[in-house]
């Protein structure tokens, strides 16, 4: 599933075609009204087309398209969406759920922004932009400032689970997924399935650092390309070369040569070394 670092970089691949861009057209493909929530595709036709995207933010894993009219187009990419953008006519994918056409007056021909989804989990909604917050998860973005150090330990505290569940809770903090979470609880040297208010204020401080470093390190590889994920240009990108733990079971460690390990913890695959983390 793409997690923060793919997600921001399918955003900054998109920000210099869609920002000032106009929707001239949205189009929902047959069969795949599912993926609007809360809406027909004609209404979220209607509220789209004619108005300009006038900023693209990201909030944890989710996309949102803020247009002039007021309203918020919100994308949840779930486990395999992708826009893909282009500049000429592009045959339709086998996978394309929608496409939007969107005209700029940086750029003279038309584009697409093509949507591909191979499992179909990915969703769109379109709300007034003063509700944009009920919609996405109310924990920090775990790479804006107002995720902090002493936010993490409060909220580690407060949970009753172990640091896996706790850290893939979007209320607790936003954009981590099985992959970054299970690299941050490397770096940080504390095991995924202890007990997350057991933590020290000094394991959270390592904790805190190691989510940070983690998600800048994938991002400047463009994220992480496990199963479908590519850029907007259609490019996977090249962080999962670099993982430590994550899918890395049976081989060793790059610190201290022990076997990485893999349990099923929290319904989720969760790699840890048995030496490097406790
Ligand atoms: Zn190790």
């Not at 670099?242 to 081989?251: N, T």
């Amino acid at each position: 599933m793409p997690e923060l670092p793919e997600v921001e970089t399918v955003r900054r691949d998109l920000i210099p075609y869609v920002l000032g861009a106009t929707i001239q057209r949205a189009i929902v493909h047959r069969g795949f009204s599912r993926m609007i929530k809360d809406s027909s595709i004609k209404a979220f036709r209607e509220t789209v087309e004619g108005s300009q995207i006038e900023e693209l933010r990201r909030h944890g894993k989710y996309l949102i398209f803020r247009l002039s009219n007021g309203r918020s187009w919100i994308v949840h990419l779930r486990m395999t969406g992708a826009f893909l953008i282009s500049s000429d006519y592009r045959p339709r994918d086998r996978h394309e759920r929608a496409r939007i056409r969107i005209t700029s007056p940086s750029y003279t021909s038309e584009m697409v922004l093509a949507f591909n989804d191979v499992r179909r989990f990915g969703t769109w909604e379109c709300v007034p932009t003063e509700h944009e917050n009920d919609r996405i998860p109310s924990g920090p973005d775990a790479l804006a400032i107002d995720f902090t150090q002493d936010d993490l330990l409060g909220k580690l505290q407060s949970k009753d689970t172990s640091l896996k569940s706790a850290l893939l809770d979007q209320a607790v903090v936003a954009g981590l997924g099985n992959i970054y979470v299970d690299e941050s609880c490397f770096l940080a040297g504390i095991r995924p399935d202890r007990k997350a208010k057991n933590l020290c204020a000094r394991e959270v401080e390592r904790l805190y650092d190691a989510i940070g470093t983690t998600l800048n390190r994938a991002l400047e590889q463009g994220g992480t390309s496990f199963r479908n994920y590519v850029n907007a240009f259609g490019l996977p990108g090249g962080a999962l070369s670099h993982c430590q733990v994550y899918q890395r079971d049976g081989q060793c460690c790059r610190i201290c040569d022990s076997t990485i390990l893999k349990i099923k913890h929290a319904g989720r695959g969760t790699h840890y070394c048995p030496v490097c983390q406790d």
